[in-house]
């Protein structure tokens, strides 16, 4: 993959350090997991407007924390720029918004030479990043969410909880599951250089979306009746499924509208209040197919209209658990 080495920006083909000799692909962990706190003494203090994320609308990781973003009410307090368009041998570019001290155009590399100068590794989004101390806190998607889950509350009053105690070890059940297999299984079967390598990573998506569908035939989401952390981490994979894993990635044993109960399920979530105001479907598609077709072409399909009634109200669910005061 193309990233910096000691502070220098060098290119070379996408994922190519990350596939073994086996033809597996291994993601390579994020190396920046610093922590923002509630505690006004902490190194990185909760602050409105001390924070910005640096994403970009194509990948699944960064719209973790775009619809956390939504889903706690924090659009006021941690600003926001977006990559448009295909990822190119600079990586991630902003052309239309960024902060000070970057102008646009810049690459998301130059976020990282501004946090270390002898930085060395991928610039990857979501990216966190201090305004204050001109640092990276983090730039991990799964930490991220953690901390806008609970660290701002005492600013926005919002008390949605989609990790409650009560529930956490269902939560991390399902992350467990879903992660290697699902979020990175597509992955790691887009990438496969060997056949093996494919069908086995394919092969495991398709058991844990089977797995999901079975547990969303009797309860309307992943833990029961309340709507938790597990839920957005599988909806970023699954909003993407259709229109690119199925096809660049060669996932195509079957699509999620051809499971009835992972087809409302998607869209209930997709028609949470904020949500589809953060998946762009045709970036999402122009970006998987320029990874896979060497004339950069991708198709015109599939159709999919994402408001129709899901009809996922008929389970016992409660939705959203709050936090007491």
Known sequence: MSQLYDGVWRDSPPAAEEIGEDGQFRRIESPLRQWISPDPDAEFPAEAGRYHLFIAWVCPWA???TAYRV???????????????VIG???????????????????LYRVYQEHDPHYTGKATVPTLWDKKTRRIVNNESADIIRMLNSAFDHLTGNRLDLYPE???????????????????GVYRAGFASTQRAYEEAARG???????MEAQLERSRYLTGEWLTEADWRAFTTLIRFDVGYHGAFKCNLRRVEDYPALRGYLRELYQWPGIAGT?????????YYALTDRHHLYP??????LG???????LPGRGIWERPE
């Not at 889903?71 to 368009?85: F, P, R, T």
């Not at 009560?166 to 990175?184: F, K, M, Q, S, V």
């Open 279 to 287: 998946v762009r479907l045709e970036e999402i598609k122009r970006n």
């Open 89 to 107: 041998n600079q990586g991630w570019i902003f052309q239309d918004e960024t902060i000070p001290p970057f102008t646009v155009p810049h690459p």
């Open 205 to 211: 998506v398709f058991e844990t979306l089977d797995a």
């Open 300 to 305: 015109i399909g599939p159709e999919l209209d």
């Open 166 to 184: 009560a529930l956490r070890g269902e939560i991390d059940r399902w992350n467990e599951l879903i992660y290697p297999t699902l979020n990175n």
């Open 308 to 314: 129709t009634p899901h009809d996922r109200a008929r």
């Open 71 to 85: 889903l706690k009410g924090l659009e006021d307090v941690i600003s926001l720029s977006a990559s448009h368009g």
């Open 63 to 65: 719209s973790r924390t």
